[in-house]
């Protein structure tokens, strides 16, 4: 019988445990899957989120902190870079790196000289995130090139996501994240859940444990949106409604009635 001591849960938030909607900061984790991690928490090895959002962002959406269950969570945000551990209340994060900062004093302008100021601007401290659900859609793939030069203009990297383009420092991503929370527990079986491009290294990841001999399970919560995780899933579920059920099922068959 499977040991749930020895299971690592992993998950996307936005797109998985989270609908994709208009207004990033509206964007409330499932209720069904919350429920079922809070389930999950007492008696899996670890939970962890791994999301391209802050952390600060992620605990007030994730409702984690309003009841029992995850004070063991600990969520990796803006791709790895930052990490917030429930047990201690610690937060660790870097510094703003200057093309950040540089990016955020001339993006305006241009903007505005590139007939683009419909686009939606979100500044996540560490990154800059373009958006145009409900705006514009289809602008961000037509300034494509021109976003690429000026986030080379500042030394950012670009990481593209379901009608949104994110600049940002390179140097970490949700695969590094994933090698990083299984270190302290080294568990038997790993599963993860993400929905869009950012999580491809995590699934990359995931296959380089198995070939390392760890059961690991990766599911895929899809969308018309993006199916580039589809092809190495082991799951592919129906975007978060049905993430949320499997969330349930998976606490109904590892948690004692």
């Known amino acids: 019988m499977t040991d749930p001591g020895q299971m690592l849960l992993a998950l996307d938030f936005d797109g998985t445990l989270a609908p994709i909607v208009e207004d990033p900061e509206a964007a409330y984790i499932h209720p069904k899957s919350l429920d079922a991690l809070r389930r999950l928490g007492p008696v899996l090895g670890a939970i962890v989120i791994i999301t391209g959002r802050p952390v600060d962002q992620v605990r007030r959406l994730g409702r984690f902190e309003e009841g029992p269950g995850l004070e063991h969570l600990v969520v990796f945000g803006q791709y790895g870079a930052e990490r917030w551990d429930a047990a201690t209340g610690q937060v660790r994060r870097p510094s703003r790196p200057q093309g950040v900062s540089d990016l955020a004093d001339c993006l305006p302008q241009w903007l505005e000289d590139h007939g683009a100021s419909r686009i939606r601007v979100e500044d996540k401290g560490l990154a800059i995130a373009l958006h145009t659900r409900g705006v514009a859609p289809g602008l961000l793939d037509e300034l494509r090139p021109q976003i690429e030069a000026l986030a080379a203009e500042v030394g950012l990297h ?67 949106e993006q199916d580039a995780l589809v092809p190495l899933a082991d799951v592919v579920l129906d975007g978060p409604d049905a993430v949320a059920t499997w969330l349930s099922e998976l606490a109904d068959s590892l948690v004692p009635a």
Request: contains cysteine; proline residues 6%.
């Open 158 to 224: 670009l990481e593209p996501g379901r009608q949104v383009i994110e600049l940002r420092a390179s140097g970490s991503d949700k695969g590094q994240a994933l090698r990083r929370a299984i270190e302290p527990t080294q568990p038997h079986i790993v599963m993860y859940a993400g929905d869009d491009l950012g999580d491809l290294p995590a699934f990359e990841e995931g296959l380089a444990l198995r070939a390392d001999g760890i059961d690991v399970t990766l599911v895929c919560s899809a969308s018309a």
